[in-house]
């Protein structure tokens, strides 16, 4: 196969929603990134931060599209993201909760999830990954285990001295550094959810967008508010093409046409 049927083959894999929404917010990405630009801050100059801003709005739209799609290729998106998260981080000095919990569980993760996945494949479309749901004491489960994680890991941090966007204004500081925690837990839950392919990982991804966009709008970082705003639309998109995958796939196990 030749490369210009390679690409024919990449873009007829996308349906017409997913290529207008994927380009939709690139360009507003890139619109922004003029309207909006960012200075330098902890001496770093404010294009490159901008450039780093417009990675990381670009893998996770894509990363998004492959999810919903069940496709295990989005795990290596993923890890671009990742990377591209870290480094966001370490450059503006804050979200220490966040950085750490990529760098030590996201980033194990999608590689373990890549070969979970395709362990799973739906026998009938082979480009799919087999998904399903939680039970409902496993949701108890993880709830409780998230509020905790966010008190015990949000108070460690309070302790810790360190000079972030945030330094100059303690109050908001404590408030960020406990969105993080929560923000992490919840990061942690989705990210499990994933690896054992359940739907619900749609319902944690909307907690935390909104949790991320909150510290967005704290921190002025007015280009990433696109970023959220294509998860909102794209994480409903994903939850009602899982939620119909899972109940076709439960009536073929009902007739006796698949395994479960």
Not at 78 to 87: F, K, R
Not at 213 to 220: D, K, Q, R, S, V
Request: charged share 20%; with cysteine.
């Amino acid at each position: 196969m030749n490369f210009k049927q390679r690409v024919r083959n990449l873009w007829g894999f996308f349906t017409t929603y997913e290529k207008i929404w994927f380009f939709s917010i690139v360009i507003l990405s890139i619109i922004f990134a003029f309207i909006f630009p960012e200075e330098e801050t902890q001496g770093v100059n404010g294009k490159l931060i901008m450039a780093l801003y417009l990675v990381d709005i670009f893998s996770n739209v894509l990363c998004e599209l492959l999810i919903s799609k069940q496709s295990k290729w989005n795990f290596l998106v993923s890890l671009v993201v990742e990377v591209t998260e870290i480094l966001i981080s370490i450059v503006l000095s804050y979200r220490f909760a966040t950085l750490a919990t990529t760098l030590f569980f996201w980033i194990p993760i999608d590689i373990i999830s890549f070969f979970n996945w395709h362990r799973h494949k739906d026998m009938d479309q082979e480009e799919l990954t087999i998904v399903r749901k939680l039970t409902g004491w496993q949701e108890v489960l993880v709830v409780a285990a998230i509020a905790v994680w966010t008190v015990v890991v949000g108070y460690l941090l309070t302790l810790v001295e360190y000079n972030g966007i945030f330094s100059d204004n303690p109050t908001l500081e404590t408030i960020v550094v406990y969105l993080d925690a929560c923000c992490s837990a919840v990061g942690i839950a989705n990210g499990l959810f994933i690896l054992f392919r359940y739907r619900e990982q749609w319902i944690a991804w909307y907690i935390n967008t909104i949790l991320e966009t909150i510290m967005n709008i704290l921190a002025g970082q007015w280009i990433l508010l696109i970023l959220k705003a294509g998860y909102f639309t794209n994480t409903t998109y994903g939850y009602i093409k899982w939620t119909k995958y899972i109940k076709e796939r439960q009536k073929k196990i009902d007739k006796g046409l698949v395994k479960e």
